[in-house]
């Protein structure tokens, strides 16, 4: 059965779905002298748009010859997929690496 909420007299209502699809939203005013449907409204709810932040630190300074070390975190807010995520990690010289982590940080090391 639809969820159904129970509003006051006057104001608005507002609802958050859980997930995409399609649905229609009825509505239905009762008062002393029953039920009157006032009307519906169908509508599309569109998967959220998905969101990646990372935090790689600030910019480098080495010494050919000097390795860059550094973890890149990240966060995936939307994340509603299988567990883990693929990279590729491109050190501008020509070495380009793909790879998969289970956790939401990756460990550079580059000579």
């Known amino acids: 059965s639809p969820a159904q909420t129970v509003a006051a007299a006057t ?4 609802h958050t779905f859980a997930s995409a699809g399609n649905a229609t939203i009825s509505v239905t005013v009762v008062d002393e ?9 169908a509508v599309v709810i569109a998967a959220p748009t ?7 630190g600030g910019n480098a300074v080495l010494s ?24 590729t990690v491109d050190y501008g010289d020509g070495t380009v690496i793909n790879g998969s982590t289970a956790t939401p940080s990756i460990e550079l090391n580059h000579l």
Not at 50 to 56: C, H, K, L, Q, Y
Not at 81 to 86: E, I, P
């Open 50 to 56: 998905p969101t990646v932040s990372f935090e790689a």
């Open 11 to 14: 104001g608005s209502v507002t």
């Open 64 to 87: 050919e010859g000097a390795t860059f070390a550094r973890t890149i975190s990240f966060s995936d807010g939307q994340d509603n997929g299988a567990a883990g995520w693929t990279y």
């Open 33 to 41: 002298d029953g039920s009157f449907a006032a009307g519906s409204q």
